[in-house]
């Protein structure tokens, strides 16, 4: 095993957690400059090719992209200690401060900070649903993701369906769809 | 039993999380406050504020510590592998297949026909917090907090992790 490589992969993940302030999409531009301009571990076209096929999978972007390149840099070893590297530290962080808070929160001002910091967390989920509104209504059109919204919250909380279900089955429709013959093979 | 329920809780919000970190957390929510009340909703807001004022993947955050909250360090290990491994695994093995499919229309499809749901439980996860706050401090300090982090994050620069912070001291300071 080529260990500077290693300490390298760790090196640079640690970096790009540590600094990646709002979550994972905002580290994109970090693990560029770590991966393509300062260790040269991948081409400009092979990090954006990465990050396209990323975006098509489910679940955080972030550690995809750690652990595929940390696999292609440096085998199992480095997809493991890439993904350590960017979620670790602050996992325990988190548990840290939390349990922190949790210990003292029968005291008065702690069970205040709690109550004054959940109007801020409503602003920030209000920007996230507004930002998913205006991406869905430039790729799919306004009429469509509003028929969409109120069929699945209907489904949702309505009938109590199980969101899972839902996009589940939206998945699946999308794969079934034909696909238009001059846009397939390029 | 519990073992197996974490996981399922992280496994499936990330496998049908189409959107990157942000999407899922509507859906994890869904898991751990609805379906199987591991925390309370104002629980998981304090979740959602700490994460966001620290670096890193908030999915992976919020799985770490909730796993820990849940059953110790077992649980953290199980959730975050949970909601890692599968989309991890899935583009070691499937880099080759998708490399070929990813200008394709019914790949592109899948990403923004999910969009609109994640939308609605993340409108729902936003009235929730506002009947929370509603509940617990009243209109009037929801109603101010609420607008000056609303100025602060859509018109100035400040770092979003600052106005956590505010909140925190404003709650601190006014609410306690």
Redesign the interface.
């Given at each position: 095993m080529n260990l500077p490589l290693q300490g390298q992969l760790i090196l640079a993940f640690t970096r790009i957690?540590?600094?990646?302030?709002?979550?994972?999409?905002s580290?994109i531009p970090l693990v560029h400059a770590e991966v393509v301009k300062r260790y040269e571990w991948m081409s400009e076209d092979d990090f954006s090719?990465v990050l396209?096929?990323?975006?098509?999978?489910?679940?955080?972007?972030?550690?995809?992209m750690a652990?595929?390149i940390g696999?292609r840099v440096g085998g199992m070893a480095g997809?493991i200690g890439a993904?350590l590297a960017?979620?670790l530290?602050?996992?325990i962080?988190?548990?840290a401060?939390?349990g922190l808070?949790m210990r003292y929160r029968d005291?008065?001002?702690?069970?205040?900070?709690?109550?004054?910091?959940?109007?801020?967390?409503?602003?920030?989920?209000?920007?996230?649903?507004w930002d998913?509104?205006a991406?869905?209504r430039s790729?799919?059109g306004a009429i469509?993701?509003?028929v969409?919204?109120v069929v699945?919250?209907g489904l949702?909380?309505g009938l109590g369906v199980h969101?899972?279900l839902?996009?589940?089955a939206?998945?699946i429709?999308?794969?079934l769809?034909p696909?238009?013959k001059q846009?397939?093979r390029? | 039993m519990l073992y197996w329920h974490l996981f399922l809780a992280f496994f499936i919000p990330n496998i049908v999380g189409y959107g990157g970190g942000p999407a899922i957390i509507p859906l994890v929510e869904n898991e751990i406050v609805g379906h199987y009340g591991w925390m309370s909703s104002q629980q998981f807001a304090e979740v959602l504020a700490i994460g966001n004022a620290l670096p890193s993947p908030i999915a992976t955050k919020m799985a770490g510590y909730i796993g820990y909250h849940v059953a110790g360090g077992p649980g953290a290990v199980i959730a975050v592998l949970a909601t890692v491994g599968p989309s991890l695994l899935l583009m070691l093995a499937a880099l080759g297949v998708l490399y070929r499919y990813r200008n394709s229309i019914k790949v592109k499809s899948m990403s923004s026909w999910v969009r609109p749901v994640i939308m609605v439980l993340m409108g729902y996860l936003t009235w929730t917090f506002l009947d929370e706050s509603l509940i617990n401090s009243g209109w009037l300090p929801t109603l101010l907090i609420g607008a000056v982090a609303a100025v602060l994050l859509n018109a100035t620069r400040i770092h979003p992790a600052l106005v956590v912070c505010l909140g925190l001291a404003s709650g601190a300071l006014f609410l306690g």
């Open positions: 957690g540590l600094l990646g302030f709002g979550g994972g999409p580290m090719d396209a096929i990323g975006n098509t999978l489910p679940g955080p972007i972030a550690t995809k652990g595929y696999y997809c993904v960017v979620t530290p602050c996992i962080a988190m548990i401060l939390l808070f005291e008065r001002w702690i069970n205040g900070m709690s109550q004054g910091v959940i109007p801020v967390v409503m602003v920030m989920m209000a920007r996230l649903t998913f509104w991406k869905a790729s799919l469509a993701t509003v969409l919204a699945s919250a949702m909380y969101p899972g839902i996009i589940g939206l998945l429709a999308a794969l769809r696909e238009p846009s397939t390029s | -």
